[in-house]
């Protein structure tokens, strides 16, 4: 009998933790906004979850998912501003190829561009949260302003 009393002991237990969780969840904005930022990270929208994760954060210092997620789009964004720098210049270097002629001005310009590309992927600081397809794009990226730059500029190498 008395173990008996336990289990059920247990169980009621447990029952008021989970529904003493969802009940704090549901009424906490800042862990609703924190929950809301998650989901936006998870489709990619880094801006709109770091916009609701800092928002999350500055009601509650102590709430840690906004914080990482926080945290985490910050990364996200270094990374897809890079990734639409390094495009922008290949569309530069695109439209100065097809030009008749490549003037030494245009050939510097080619040659910053592909160092600020090269050199800004080095100061990116993946973690293991942050999405695989933008890093392995970003260092698509900078594989391809590497090759560009040995390709242009072989004889200076």
Not at 83 to 108: F, M, R
Request: net charge neutral; hydrophobic share 40%; charged share 30%.
């Amino acid at each position: 009998m008395l173990a008996m009393n336990n289990k059920f002991f247990i169980v009621v237990l447990a029952t008021a933790i989970i529904v003493g969780s969802w009940v704090f969840f549901a009424t906490n904005s800042s862990y609703q906004e924190a929950l809301q930022s998650k989901f936006y990270y998870e489709i990619g929208n880094y801006k709109k979850a770091h916009e609701l994760a800092q928002k999350a954060y500055e009601k509650d210092i102590y709430n840690k998912m906004a914080n990482t997620v926080m945290k985490q789009s910050e990364i996200a964004l270094k990374y897809t501003r890079y990734i639409e720098e390094a495009n922008e210049y290949l569309e530069q270097i695109l439209k100065i190829s097809k030009s008749s002629e490549v003037s030494k001005v245009d050939t510097n310009r080619i040659r910053i561009m592909c160092e600020i590309i090269i050199e800004g992927y080095d100061k990116l600081k993946p973690s293991m949260l942050t999405p695989k397809d933008i890093q392995e794009e970003a260092r698509d990226m900078r594989d391809k302003f590497v090759k560009l730059k040995e390709e242009l500029f072989k004889e200076e190498i």
